[in-house]
């Protein structure tokens, strides 16, 4: 299915728990993806693809489940489920992910980008080395990919370095290959067109991560001792 036909996909949302609700908006409007919330549960026949929780697909009439039996109905209870559906939609794929690959740029904070068969989505910093191995487990969770691979910039302070080894002990412990790239120019290098996200506003350290996890080649890290 190519990108102007998934454009005209017609998705609904009836999620009825507030808090995930809130939670598939959040996740959504960072991506090109076009969806109503149905008046009234008998409007849900007129969509291609129907997104419900549990307790939304009890409210739901079984004649109603029977008339979108040609659609596609995803059902959803957590944040996991969430991230992997609206991939799905915006990539028109069923078959799971198979590339997901993880640049990292080591500073005063870890700056990150992610991109899932190539496309770009999340990028962001974090303070710690424990949420983003917590990010790290709970993308491979939700995406299920053939292959999951982080590649790291080679820092340059001794400090740096030490969190680098934290980082590939954790990283290679969570199912990920692991890779040491060369990072030089990585921060001015120009942002090639990707698709994804949208409006991402980027910074230095985030461009740098971007360009790392488009890099090809580095030296794989099988297993990362703990020399601190």
């Known amino acids: 299915m190519d990108s102007n036909t ?9 999620i009825y728990n507030p808090r995930l609700l809130k939670k598939f908006k959040d996740i959504a409007e960072k ?14 026949v007129d969509y291609d693809v129907i997104i419900l929780d549990e307790e939304a697909y009890r409210l739901i009439d079984n004649d109603i489940l029977c008339l979108s039996k040609n659609r596609k109905i995803y059902r959803v209870d957590d944040e996991e489920d969430l ?3 609206i991939l799905r939609i915006i990539t028109g794929s069923e078959t799971g992910m198979h590339y997901l690959a993880v640049g990292v740029d080591l500073g005063s904070k870890i700056a990150y980008a ?3 068969d190539n496309m770009l989505i999340g990028a962001g910093t974090v303070l ?13 969770r939700a995406l299920k990919p053939l292959r999951a691979v982080i590649k790291v910039g080679l ?44 409006n991402i506003r980027t910074t230095k350290d985030i461009n740098a991560a971007i360009n790392i ?4 080649g580095g030296v794989r890290i099988h297993y990362a001792g703990d020399h601190a």
């Open 128 to 140: 710690s080395p424990e949420e983003f191995l917590a990010m790290l487990i709970k993308l491979k």
């Open 6 to 14: 998934r454009r005209f996909v017609r998705t609904c949302v009836f």
């Open 114 to 116: 992610v991109l899932a």
């Open 213 to 216: 996890a488009l890099r090809s």
């Open 155 to 198: 820092p340059g302070s001794d400090t740096l370095y030490q969190l680098l080894l934290k980082l590939l002990k954790q990283a290679t412990q969570s199912g990920y290959e692991v890779y040491v790239i060369d990072e030089s120019r990585t921060t001015s290098k120009p942002l090639p067109h990707f698709k994804g996200l949208r």
């Open 31 to 44: 991506f090109p993806l076009e969806y109503s919330v149905p008046d009234t549960l008998s409007n849900i």
């Open 83 to 85: 991230i992997r559906v």
